[in-house]
């Protein structure tokens, strides 16, 4: 088995149990004889069920809503890309979104939010369930420990986008509790720091043969750390998880445990980290599976298949290529992003140019003559069978053996050089001094294009933000169209953070507030 996303029939009953509105899916009616209410017996139910959380993992797509590959969205909201598509129309909602224009009625945006909540639901019901399942005390401890990493996992997405959002520890039950409040950016994210720290006590270091993409005990650290910084760096403060102080201190013993105890390292070569071969590999702590099982055919709903969407979006469109075929090049990559790469050596595994297309080149809006090597319409991961834009096989690698170190070394760890050099030697690149600025500059050498970028900017302050994220005048020699389309204006009234979706406010009762400058 190529990875742990395993389709079952409960993955799909609940697909249909949990609907987009949080209004609409308490009020349908049983869609099999195996519903919720009588399902949950067995240690067998409960693994489906459990399953069915790790598959919203994958969701790149909110049906009859948008789709919105997290590191598509995440690199147009950055400087290391544009909106593009295939022209200013099949881009226009991206194009907002570049230009820090999004609407409240953003499909992306609504589509994010809807995505996260039902990663949510599923984690709060799977947490409900578990302790009267059949199942062993082994098992449960595991899969609860599973489940709130990945209840962590969507409110860090959620609140990164939005900040202002409701945090559910548990099901909606009724009517009455439709109507909910926003929670404070403090309340979701000690939520997320508490799942986490619980997660870790209880996760396994490591998993079998045949369950690669289970998540571990460094899994945990990993997105920990992530956490942390983002909410030190926006809001300057420690989190609370429980009665437990996560601060820098706490946060760096974390990882210095993942450095040194995880047996995760860095490959010798740099590609491997895009390529099949590195899948599941030494330095990937945590990752996505992506793949063509099943062949998927169906356009009405792509996720309901296990293609990588980013891959297919951010393609070139290229036809009669041995080595590309058939993406939307969405996402196009920005002048900006390629001087900064111009004479590192991750450039050509991160950046691929219009000169090293073979076939013909259908160029698109905002062709900028750049596209995304790391997830791209390559020909290493053209699924084997089914509908060809939606079996793309690339995974996602949402946290590097690397990003660890760079994490680490930030933290001010007191091997914050070896780290730094170890990341750098493995490029072939001579020491430099391990400060702040050289060790965010090593991170966007390192992490282009792997939806880091946006919110390794935010944190440094709005200030920083408005200097890296407007720009004008800036062109290549492949850029094609007038240069107003590639020029941005940071709106600093929205401090970064999309709308809340004007669906969400009109259903709330009166509850929700608009974020900033919307």
Not at 233 to 261: C, K, S, W
């Amino acid at each position: 088995m190529k990875n742990f996303k395993i389709k079952s029939i409960v993955a799909l009953i609940m697909v249909f149990l949990v609907s987009a509105c949080s209004e609409d899916f308490l009020d349908l009616k049983p869609l099999d004889q195996e519903v919720t209410t009588n399902f949950y017996r067995t240690e067998e139910q409960a693994f489906q069920a459990l399953v069915a959380i790790y598959d919203v993992l994958t969701y790149q797509s909110t049906p009859g809503v948008s789709w919105m590959p997290f590191i598509t969205v995440a690199d147009a909201l950055s400087d290391d890309a544009f909106a593009g598509g295939s022209d200013a129309n099949d881009g226009f909602e991206w194009d907002q979104l570049n230009n820090f224009r999004a609407q409240t009625t953003s499909p992306i945006a609504h589509a994010i939010w809807i995505k996260n909540y039902i990663g949510v639901y599923r984690a709060n019901l799977f947490l409900e369930i578990i302790d009267d399942i059949d199942a062993s005390e082994s098992f449960k401890k595991r899969t609860i420990a599973e489940a709130k990493f990945m209840r962590a996992y969507f409110y860090l997405e959620q609140v990164r986008f939005f900040e202002n959002i409701p945090l559910l520890t548990e099901t909606i039950k009724g009517p009455s509790e439709y109507a909910q409040e926003q929670n404070t950016p403090q309340e979701v994210y000690n939520q997320i720091a508490k799942d986490l720290v619980e997660a870790i006590a209880d996760l396994p270091e490591s998993v079998p043969v045949g369950e690669e993409g289970r998540i571990t005990r460094w899994a945990a650290q990993g997105l920990l750390a992530r956490a942390y910084l983002f909410y030190n760096g926006v809001y300057g403060g420690d989190l609370m998880a429980g009665n437990t102080q996560v601060n820098r201190a706490f946060v760096l013993e974390q990882l210095e445990d993942l450095i040194a105890n995880s047996g995760h390292d860095l490959f010798e070569d740099y590609s491997h980290n895009f390529s099949l071969v590195g899948e599941f590999g030494v330095e990937s702590v945590f990752e996505i599976s992506y793949g063509d099982t099943p062949p998927w055919w169906d356009w009405g709903y792509p996720r309901g298949g296990n293609g990588n969407l980013a891959a297919q979006m951010q393609g070139p469109r290229v036809s009669g290529s041995q080595n590309w075929d058939r993406g939307w090049s969405f996402a196009p990559v920005s002048h900006k992003l390629y001087e900064f790469l111009q004479d590192d050596p991750r450039r050509p595994y991160t950046i691929v140019m219009e000169e090293e297309l073979d076939g013909t080149l259908n160029k698109g809006y905002q062709h900028t003559g750049y596209f995304s090597r790391k997830y791209s319409s390559d020909a290493e991961h053209w699924g084997s069978d089914g509908q060809f834009e939606l079996n793309r096989t690339a995974n996602h690698r949402v946290i590097r053996f690397s990003d660890v170190l760079l994490m680490a070394a930030e933290l001010d760890s007191p091997n914050k050089q070896e780290y730094l050099d170890r990341v750098r030697a493995r490029v072939g690149l001579e020491s430099v001094p391990a400060t702040l600025e050289n060790i965010f500059n090593e991170r966007r050498l390192e992490l282009s294009l792997e939806g880091i970028r946006y919110f390794d900017v935010l944190r440094r302050g709005l200030d920083y933000a408005n200097q890296q994220f407007t720009h004008s005048g800036i062109r290549g020699p492949n850029y094609e169209g007038d240069q107003v389309i590639f020029d941005v204006t940071f709106n600093p009234a929205t401090r970064g953070f999309l709308p809340i979706p004007q669906t969400e406010i009109d259903l709330s009762a009166g509850l929700f507030r608009q974020n900033d400058g919307y």
